[in-house]
């Protein structure tokens, strides 16, 4: 079946602007996680929803960083007023039901700001 | 707090032979899972194992091997008879247990693999 979905797959944007990722988990994954991840490192927690409630968002590094899943589904990521160090992979994971579950993963959004 | 922490930053081996990739793990929870991802050129990681830290038994699938020692807090992830299509970061990953749920991976630094011809 279709894997984690994300675009778009790259997005540059100017300091200041904002910008919204998506996420397209696979079909019937109640969990959906998003991770940061900066050049040359691993990947870091941003946020958690189970269906469409968001349980985690100890990981997002400012109130710039906003993420929903209004249906338990499609979840987005927005930045608000973008700035430099924003600028890494952000990556979009599902898993199932069930305990610590293996996260499977999209190819990630390469945002670079300018 | 947890920790995972992978030593190794880059290795490279000529293809056939054998390399280990190191993980060190620090939690205080005393059940937890630990996990292994590779990440090819393309980006997207790909998930190789789960282990249940209850469960210390080596596990073998093809040329993968993987060697828990909750002892010594290590997680170590070994490739037999290397080939090209090997080379990838490698990531140890591990997460608390919540009864019946899931939860965030803390991932390593990464290992960079290089198998060469």
């Known amino acids: 079946g279709a894997g984690v979905s994300q675009s778009p797959r790259y997005k540059v944007a100017k300091r200041g602007q904002d910008v919204a990722l998506r996420c397209d988990p696979i079909?019937?994954?109640?969990?959906l996680f998003w991770y940061q991840q900066a050049l040359g490192q691993g990947p870091e927690f941003l946020t958690y929803?189970?269906?469409?409630?968001?349980?985690?968002k100890s990981g997002l590094p400012s109130d710039r960083f906003f993420a929903e899943r209004p249906e338990g589904s499609v979840s987005t990521l927005k930045i608000q007023r973008t700035q430099q160090e924003d600028s890494a992979v952000y990556l979009c994971?599902?898993?199932?039901?069930?305990?610590?579950?293996?996260?499977?993963f999209g190819d990630g959004t390469r945002l670079s700001i300018l | 707090a947890q920790k995972v922490t992978q030593a190794q930053t880059e290795i490279s081996v000529v293809e056939k032979e054998d390399v280990t990739l190191d993980c060190v793990y620090e939690?205080?929870?005393?059940?937890?899972?630990l996990f292994w991802y590779k990440q090819p050129p393309s980006g997207e990681l790909v998930f190789l194992i789960r282990?249940?830290?209850?469960?210390?038994q080596n596990e073998i699938s093809g040329r993968y091997s993987w060697n828990f020692q909750k002892s010594t807090s290590s997680f170590n992830f070994t490739i037999t008879a290397s080939q090209v299509v090997d080379s990838a970061v490698y990531f140890c990953?591990?997460?608390?247990?919540?009864?019946?749920?899931?939860?965030?991976?803390?991932f390593g630094k990464g290992i960079t693999l290089s198998v060469r011809p």
């Open positions: 939690t205080r929870d005393t059940t937890y899972y």
């Open positions: 929803f189970q269906n469409e409630a968001q349980l985690d």
């Open positions: 990953a591990l997460s608390e247990s919540f009864a019946g749920a899931n939860s965030k991976l803390t």
């Open positions: 994971a599902s898993s199932e039901e069930g305990e610590n579950q293996p996260q499977h």
């Open positions: 282990r249940n830290s209850f469960d210390e």
């Open positions: 079909s019937g994954h109640v969990s």
